[in-house]
C-alpha cells in the first residue's frame, strides 16, 4: 500500500519561505495525482493544492495562488510545495495525500494520506 512521509515544516517569519516534501512509496508513483491539505484547530481539512500523474496540471486554492507552487519529481517519486510570502494564516498542519482516481480536490478523493507536517507562521 502506498506510504507518504512529509517533511519540510517549521517555524518561519511572515514574508518568508519554505519548502514542504513528500515522499511516497509502495505503488508506482507515476499513477496517483497527489494532493496538499492543511488543518489548522478547529477548522476543517481544506485544500491547498493539486497535481496530475505527469504533472502537467496543477490546481491551488485561491488563498495561495501566486505565492506557493506544487511540483513533481517522478524520477524521485517526491511532491513538493514551495510556500513564499508566508502568512500567520498558513499556520496548520500540512498533509500529503495520493489518488489513483481522476478526481483530486476533495478530501474524499483521497485514499492516502501521510501523517503531516506543522507549518507555523509568526507575525
Known amino acids: 500500500q502506498v506510504q507518504l512521509v512529509e517533511s519540510g515544516g517549521g517555524l518561519v517569519q511572515a514574508g518568508g519561505s519554505l519548502r514542504l516534501s513528500c515522499a511516497f512509496s509502495?505503488?508506482?508513483?507515476?499513477?496517483?495525482?497527489m494532493g496538499w491539505f492543511r488543518q489548522a484547530p478547529e477548522k476543517k481539512r481544506e485544500f491547498v493544492a493539486a497535481?496530475?500523474?505527469?504533472?502537467?496540471?496543477?490546481y491551488y486554492a485561491d488563498s495561495v495562488k501566486g505565492r506557493f507552487t506544487l511540483s513533481r519529481d517522478n524520477a524521485k517519486n517526491t511532491v513538493y510545495l514551495q510556500m513564499s510570502s508566508l502568512k500567520p494564516e498558513d499556520t496548520a498542519k500540512y498533509y500529503c495525500a495520493a489518488t489513483p482516481g481522476y478526481s483530486y480536490y476533495d478530501t474524499s478523493d483521497f485514499g492516502s494520506w501521510g501523517q503531516g507536517t506543522q507549518v507555523t507562521v509568526s507575525s
Open positions: 509502495g505503488r508506482t508513483f507515476r499513477s496517483y495525482a
Open positions: 497535481i496530475n500523474r505527469s504533472g502537467g496540471t496543477t
